[in-house]
């Protein structure tokens, strides 16, 4: 059974940082792109980060770029967010998935976590 479990959300200020971290289980981790999304209250789910499966290539929405950094540990089936200076229309849950395909970066999954919140607020 697939499972990932996103962990450090939390309340911070404006221009502080968080670092998000999922575990992955139920698949063989290193075979996978995986993807970071969130979704504020009553918007869509939005795509934020993907990193290839051995790490070595990262893409960004814009909104993010320079702040955030995707990174993942192969041998500890974890992948991770790095969040800089962040801001308050960063604030949503934000979830790990599973690219759907083994080798493939096209951003769609198969499997989401049940997220972690962050709020921005000063």
């Known amino acids: 059974e697939v499972q990932l479990v996103e962990s450090g959300g939390g309340l911070v200020q404006p221009g502080e940082s968080l670092r998000l971290s999922c575990l992955a289980s139920?698949?063989?981790?290193?075979?996978?792109?995986m993807f970071w999304v969130r979704q504020a209250p009553g918007k869509r789910v939005e795509w934020v980060s993907t990193i290839d499966e051995n790490g070595s290539r990262t893409w960004y929405v814009d909104s993010v770029k320079g702040r955030f950094t995707i990174s993942r540990d192969n041998t500890k089936n974890t992948l991770y967010l790095q969040m800089n200076n962040l801001k308050t229309e960063d604030a949503a849950m934000y979830y790990c998935?599973?690219?759907?395909?083994?080798?493939?970066?096209?951003?769609?999954?198969?499997?989401r976590g049940q997220g972690t919140q962050v709020t921005v607020s000063s």
């Open positions: 998935a599973k690219a759907l395909q083994r080798s493939s970066v096209t951003y769609d999954y198969d499997y």
């Open positions: 139920g698949f063989t981790f290193s075979f996978y792109a």
